[in-house]
């Protein structure tokens, strides 16, 4: 246990508390797919949401027509008050379309369209539904700094199951990059990157003005691209980060259309936007063997932690994992962001209709 602070401000998990937080004023973002349907982990979830009772739920669903029926049935029967927002219908895909808005689908592109209908609740906590870790703590650690002058929350927790690390991703692509760009410039957007304990972490929090501002990637980028839009609308001084305790949710391949290595395109690409946006261009010529060099001596210390503790590690499949990511790291390429909700050529209204017509129109 320690209680060292960061650049942002750094709340810690001394005994599992639960502090007084607004639930009751906070709309709560949790984005599904089918496959979440009936599990035993959002079940859970949604059951421990009962007891923190928010003001609502906003659940953004990717699933089929044949698929989508059963799941907003099953949401229905949970103590909340849950709006489903099927996001895969065709009046809600025209509305998109004749916007300009139409274009690659992901959990971002769904976040994003719920971050709309949620805003109007004063405040917006986003976490995902696959955590069998997930506790009733959660949401109002999450909230609690937003009554206490913060506009910008994000968790962070250890990835630690069966004696062994997990947060690949995390760990073995995001702080290395992330380190070896910040030995190349001073950039306090670096400095702010590395703040966040774990940086790829799905739950947020933020004020409604806050999360209308941001422009949200539409894939795996989300993350990373929420810190970007974060550090430009409130900076060091209205973010925080809070203490989630351990955290187990499912784990994927590393390579596959799902897997880490899909998942590093979008995450790579999304954190080298917003370093150009706010620091020097980067060395793209030299960055990725500087980075392998940086992930190389990372991965000593990963093992030599994971000895400490009696844990399983083998650096050899570490490294060369970090020789896969090291194919990501490239220009970022096509800025395919969705616009902040403030500049939208749609409404968070007519989503919410062309959402609700196209449920019913499958009823």
């Not at 401000?9 to 502090?19: E, M, Q, Y």
């Not at 290395?176 to 910040?182: E, F, G, I, S």
């Not at 409130?234 to 949710?249: I, N």
């Not at 391949?253 to 620091?279: F, K, W």
């Amino acid at each position: 246990m320690e209680y060292v602070q960061e650049r942002v401000t750094t709340l810690h998990d001394f005994g599992n508390s639960t502090p007084s937080a607004p639930a009751d004023r906070a709309a709560i973002v949790v984005p599904m797919t089918e496959r979440e349907h009936g599990s035993l982990a959002a079940e859970q979830v949604l059951t421990t949401l009962e007891s923190v009772a928010p003001d609502r739920v906003v659940v953004p669903l990717r699933a089929d027509a044949t698929a989508a029926p059963a799941v907003i049935d099953w949401l229905d029967g949970f103590a909340l008050d849950i709006e489903p927002l099927w996001c895969d219908g065709p009046r809600l895909a025209e509305l998109l379309a004749d916007a300009g808005l139409d274009g690659q689908r992901g959990k971002g592109r769904d976040v994003w369209l719920a971050l709309g209908v949620a805003a109007e609740s004063p405040y917006v906590a986003v976490h995902d539904a696959d955590a069998t870790s997930y506790s009733a703590t959660h949401v109002p650690r999450l909230l609690f700094p937003l009554e206490h002058g913060y506009s910008f929350t994000k968790g962070y927790y250890a990835r630690v199951e069966n004696d062994q690390l997990y947060g690949r991703l995390f760990r073995l692509l995001y702080r290395p990059l992330v380190r070896t760009l910040a030995a190349e410039t001073e950039a306090d957007v670096l400095a702010y990157l590395e703040a966040f304990r774990y940086a790829l972490a799905g739950e947020f929090a933020a004020t409604s003005e806050t999360v209308r501002s941001l422009r949200v990637q539409r894939g795996w980028g989300l993350e990373v691209g929420t810190l970007g839009d974060a550090y430009a609308a409130t900076g060091f001084d209205g973010s925080a980060q809070v203490d989630l305790g351990r955290h187990e949710h499912d784990h994927r391949a590393v390579s596959g259309p799902a897997g880490l290595t899909t998942m590093a395109d979008q995450v790579t690409a999304a954190l080298l936007r917003v370093v150009e946006q706010h620091a020097p261009t980067p060395d793209y010529e030299t960055l990725p063997d500087r980075y392998e060099e940086t992930a190389g001596r990372l991965t000593r210390a990963y093992a030599t932690d994971a000895a400490f503790n009696g844990f399983s590690y083998d650096r050899s499949d570490e490294r060369r994992q970090v020789g896969q990511y090291a194919d990501s790291v490239r220009p970022p390429g096509e800025d395919t962001r969705l616009p902040a909700w403030t500049e939208a050529p749609i409404t968070p209204d007519e989503v919410r209709t062309a959402a609700r017509r196209d449920a019913e129109a499958l009823r």
